[in-house]
């Protein structure tokens, strides 16, 4: 079960590192950053129903919701790490979906994040598979 609580920490502590770097302020560095950071602030687009966004406001709504996935995810493993402590093969079985699931997220990263959340996706996905193996 150690390695299960691992990965949900490693979950809750991505959160953390994503509402930091979510929290900073976009500092372009040419000319063409500024223009697109520009665009992403000022440009309003209709998204329907009568509704317009901006693409930051798009990007900011689905950061946030990120970091929420994560912190759910983490502070989820835990209770059940805590709640199914008689019950192994039942955690043993719910890593797996974990591991699975990171798996995936652990691909989509390699393919359109940076280096920081995939290593984030990895750990966790690491520390799930683990646990799969190690509960008896």
């Known amino acids: 079960m150690l390695y299960f609580k691992i990965g949900s920490y490693i979950l809750i502590l991505t959160c953390f590192l994503h509402l930091f770097g979510h929290f900073q302020k976009a500092v372009p560095e040419n000319e063409t950053e500024e223009q697109l950071l520009s ?4 440009y309003k687009m209709d998204v329907g129903f009568g509704q317009t966004l901006t693409m930051m406001e798009l990007q900011k709504g689905f950061s946030l919701c990120f970091s929420l ?9 835990l209770f059940l790490s805590h709640q199914l402590s008689s019950q192994p093969m039942l955690l043993k079985r719910i890593s797996k979906l974990y591991a ?4 995936i997220g652990t691909v ?8 920081a959340p995939t290593l984030c996706f990895a750990l966790a996905l690491i ?3 683990i646990a799969s ?3 008896q």
Do not use: C
């Not at 665009?39 to 000022?42: A, F």
């Not at 699975?100 to 798996?103: D, K, M, R």
């Not at 989509?108 to 280096?115: A, D, G, H």
């Open 39 to 42: 665009l992403m602030i000022n």
């Open 69 to 77: 996935l994560f912190l759910w995810s983490g502070v989820l493993g």
């Open 133 to 135: 193996i190690r509960i």
């Open 127 to 129: 520390s799930f598979s």
């Open 108 to 115: 989509i990263s390699m393919m359109y994040f940076f280096l």
């Open 100 to 103: 699975s699931a990171l798996l």
